[in-house]
């Protein structure tokens, strides 16, 4: 788990403890329960994100290679049909 992550949720828990002491209280053992399914969501957030740049900028490269690929691949073929 992301330390960062796990000290925002104590520091909020702590907090409603100290400035909320009556029913928002009660809704820090939630807050802890819910610190697992929220740290999943925020980590698929930025892998996808981050993932989905770097996908993007290795297709750009990988068709940028291909297209040079086919381009020397024709002026070889029509040196052989010429000759």
Same mark, same amino acid.
């Given at each position: 788990?992301?330390?960062?992550?796990?000290?925002?949720? !104590?520091?909020?828990?702590?907090?409603?403890?100290?400035?909320?002491?009556?029913?928002? !209280?009660?809704? !820090?053992? #939630? #807050?802890?329960? !819910?610190?697992?399914?929220?740290?999943?969501?925020?980590?698929? &957030?930025?892998?996808?994100?981050?993932?989905? +740049?770097?996908? @993007?900028?290795? @297709? &750009?490269?990988?068709?940028?290679? #291909? /297209?040079?690929?086919?381009?020397? #691949? &024709? +002026?070889?073929?029509? @040196? /052989?049909?010429?000759?």
């Amino acid at each position: 788990m992301n330390w960062k992550l796990i000290g925002g949720v !104590a520091a909020v828990a702590v907090a409603m403890v100290l400035f909320a002491p009556g029913p928002m !209280a009660a809704l !820090a053992p #939630l #807050l802890v329960v !819910a610190v697992c399914p929220l740290s999943m969501w925020f980590m698929m &957030r930025h892998m996808h994100g981050s993932s989905s +740049q770097t996908t @993007d900028a290795a @297709d &750009r490269t990988e068709i940028a290679r #291909l /297209r040079s690929e086919v381009a020397e #691949l &024709r +002026q070889q073929h029509s @040196d /052989r049909t010429t000759t």
